[in-house]
């Protein structure tokens, strides 16, 4: 994700600049810049690693001033490259911005401000900012930010220097976390902690749609209006590793709590009054209409991620859809042609046995499109479409936001081409898009209370061995939840389709034995009820993990932990999110290395 630092003070920015760009390094970027005043703005940045930067700037040497604000830039909106790195300049040069965030609109304003004559150098969506407050400046910095809000839609941390207020740093946000560092003599914005705890403890938060004006000696705040607010500081006594992971205690659960805001930014840029916009890929009536099979290709949470997909895309797109593990897709010999839509799912887009598949789909002239986190990442620039995920930088090696993220990417290509198609109705589309855009708060309220989930994570956590079940989507559902739970814990875990239970699985289940009964499809409730009560009659223990609606297993089982109300079609992300707290929580319990399980890693680069 995208670190944000500003500093004004007595000292020379750019080598504070620099520290703080570093601090920032563990969020992961692919291009940092600093711009600094001295009387014009002075900017430097570079595609590349921080050090590339303090070569080009010599330390921070060749930049000579007190103001600054400094970048490092995980690309959504272009390529990573000097000229789409930030800070980014307004067309006359007086004004500079660094971004974290997403601009939705900025295809029309840049559009807008286009037409009026302004050039845009960059292919991001912040440059944008950057044009508009010189747009709407007229002498009043505080009147031209509070417009310029009015203006852009999206989710922004924005910092700003400009020539016109030399002595000065502002900052902007909208959901997207900036916090203001007072020191002595110097003051700080900080998209975290990290970058500005070397210097100050004192800490302000700027709030949705405020405005802080910080100089050397003061920091003042604005609300949405222009109008003058209080704002109190509080302490904040982390070292750095601590400030690094946002105050949790691994990256496993910062990124688990981090979900709303990466589902939001998945789906929200791509709805436009109703209408699904996936980006430049271009479905229209011609190209789906030739489609006869859809393949879904991926490794690990990414397969299991197309399995929901499957279930999904063949049910409102009457498309058959096969899931197909990378590993074996690739020494299959496939059937596939030019009718086939292959869509191929990786957080990292460098898993060697996707890229080979996506390589060997594509040489059988299969249509690719790429479902990738990393942006510019070998998948994403081989497909022949790519639709980034947006979830920002995953640092712990067990997936949790990359995985909802592409289980959300899928339902709106299904959703896209059943609307295409007319296989879903103008009243059902409506309806699942608006439960699509209210799914992050749902996980929101998961992650608001965990107190259950976290003692039946401590009444298993000595088990050896856990089981999974769930019919339809919940099966897909289940095989995650059991791969998140045997990669952190280390206990075994399995995930089955109810129904497959008695041919087999059963014989395991014994006095103690924990299965994890998954039941968020009412037409399936009494199903399930079965495959509950056989597990129960062989002694063993039951955890439902219901929707609403099937509360009533309750009296079923030996315990349960739900979900928010929700269309039985789009539970999985609610139900992954559960089971990621579950997982996290028993390895928690083991004292097991959650960010780093044994043997696993975060990018598998070899066959
Ligand atoms: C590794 C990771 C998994 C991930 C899989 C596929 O095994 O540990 O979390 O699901 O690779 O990775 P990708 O980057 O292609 O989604």
């Known amino acids: 994700m995208c670190g944000i630092i500003g500093y004004t003070g007595t000292n020379q920015a750019a080598p504070i600049l620099l520290k703080g760009l570093e601090r920032l390094e563990y969020r992961g970027y692919d291009s940092s810049g600093i711009a600094v005043i001295n009387e014009k703005i002075d900017l430097i940045k570079s595609a590349g690693k921080i050090k590339v930067l303090e070569q080009k700037t010599d330390g921070g040497k060749k930049l000579s001033g007190v103001i600054g604000i400094g970048h490092t830039r995980w690309a959504t909106h272009g390529v990573p490259s000097d000229v789409n790195s930030h800070p980014h300049l307004s067309a006359d040069g007086n004004f500079a911005i660094v971004h974290n965030g997403i601009i939705e609109n900025f295809a029309e304003l840049r559009a807008e401000l286009s037409s009026k004559g302004y050039k845009f150098k960059s292919d991001t969506d912040s440059e944008v900012i950057a044009q508009l407050i010189q747009y709407y400046y007229d002498g009043d910095m505080i009147s031209a930010l509070c417009t310029v809000m009015s203006k852009i839609v999206g989710s922004y941390a924005v910092g700003i220097i400009s020539t016109y207020s030399p002595d000065s740093v502002y900052a902007i946000r909208k959901d997207n976390p900036l916090v203001i560092g007072l020191g002595a003599n110097e003051n700080f914005i900080a998209s975290d902690f990290a970058a500005a705890l070397e210097y100050t403890h004192n800490f302000v938060q700027l709030g949705d749609g405020e405005i802080a004006k910080l100089t050397s000696r003061s920091a003042l705040f604005f609300d949405a209006h222009g109008n003058r607010m209080e704002k109190t500081p509080y302490r904040v006594d982390w070292d750095i590793s601590q400030a690094e ?116 789909a594509k040489k059988m002239g299969a249509h690719t499109i790429a479902i990738v986190n990393v942006v510019e990442s070998p998948i994403a620039r081989e497909a022949h479409d790519v639709l980034y995920t947006h979830a920002g930088p995953e640092i712990a090696v067990a997936t949790t936001k990359g995985y909802t993220t592409q289980v959300a990417a899928l339902y709106l290509i299904g959703l896209k081409i059943a609307k295409i198609k007319h296989t879903v109705s103008d009243a059902r589309y409506s309806e699942m898009l608006d439960e699509l855009i209210n799914l992050p708060q749902k996980v929101e309220q998961i992650l608001n209370d965990t107190d259950s989930v976290k003692s039946y994570a401590a009444k298993y956590s000595s088990q050896h061995c856990v089981f999974f079940i769930g019919r339809g989507t919940d099966y897909a559902a289940s095989l995650e939840g059991a791969l998140k739970l045997k990669e952190i814990s280390y206990i075994h875990a399995e995930a089955y389709a109810a129904g497959e239970l008695k041919h087999g699985t059963i014989s395991l289940v014994e006095k103690g034995t924990v299965t994890l009964a998954l039941i968020t499809q009412s037409a399936l409730y009494n199903k399930m009820l079965s495959n509950v009560k056989a597990v129960q009659s062989r002694n063993g223990t039951v955890l439902a993990i219901a929707s609403q609606a099937n509360i009533a297993i309750e009296d079923n089982s030996d315990g349960m932990l739900t979900i928010p109300d929700c269309d039985d079609d789009l539970t999985p992300i609610l139900t992954a999110v559960v089971l990621q707290l579950f997982a996290y929580y028993v390895a928690a319990e083991r004292g097991c290395d959650i960010d780093k399980p044994r043997n696993l890693a975060k990018s598998v680069t070899v066959e």
């Open 245 to 360: 992971k946002g105050g949790y205690p691994h990256f496993m659960l910062k990124e688990i709590y981090e979900q709303p805001r990466a589902l939001t930014d998945t789906v929200r840029p791509r709805v436009k009054n109703s209408e699904i916009i996936l980006d430049k890929i271009a479905f229209d009536a011609r190209n789906v209409n030739l489609i006869d099979k859809i393949d879904i290709i991926g490794c690990g949470s990414a397969y299991h991620a197309g399995i929901v997909g499957k279930s999904f895309i063949e049910k409102y797109c009457r498309i058959r859809v096969n899931c197909v593990l990378a590993s074996e897709y690739i020494y299959s010999d496939p059937i596939t042609d030019n009718r086939t839509l292959t869509l191929i799912i990786s957080q990292s887009g460098e898993t060697a046995d996707t890229l080979a598949a996506l390589r060997l």
